[in-house]
Nanobody
Framework: QVQLVESGGGSVQAGGSLRLSCAAS????????MGWYRQAPGKQRELVAG???????NYTDSVKGRFTISRDYAKNTVYLQMNSLKPEDTAVYYC???????????WGQGTQVTVSS
């Protein structure tokens, strides 16, 4: 089992910045990929950014150049630095950890990000 605890959400004005943190514990040695997802009211949950154990990252197009995902192996923590925030970034952000063999997926409890215009 893997436990994920998110922190760092809040309310900011457009153009501002926030940094989300996701602390992982448990059987983290099995984790191959960690990502940040978000879900806005009335919309499907979408992948925002992800990072493999090797450090390869991927981003959804709408956040490229504004968001950065990183990983601190010593602290077992993944971060999402969000700059130049827009009102359309408003959502609940979830941390996700994926294990490929055997396939398992773990989720954090979510943290609210609200961007006002």
């Amino acid at each position: 089992q893997v436990q994920l605890v998110e922190s760092g959400g809040g309310s900011v004005q457009a153009g501002g910045s926030l940094r989300l943190s996701c602390a992982a514990s448990g059987s983290i040695f099995r984790i191959n990929y960690m990502g940040w997802y978000r879900q806005a009211p009335g919309k499907q949950r979408e992948l925002v950014a992800g990072i493999t154990t090797g450090g390869t990252t991927n981003y959804t197009d709408s956040v490229k150049g504004r968001f950065t995902i990183s990983r601190d192996y010593a602290k077992n923590t993944v971060y999402l630095q969000m700059n130049s925030l827009k009102p359309e970034d408003t959502a609940v952000y979830y941390c996700n950890a994926n294990q490929w063999l055997p396939p398992k997926s773990y989720w954090g409890q979510g943290t609210q990000v609200t961007v006002s215009s």
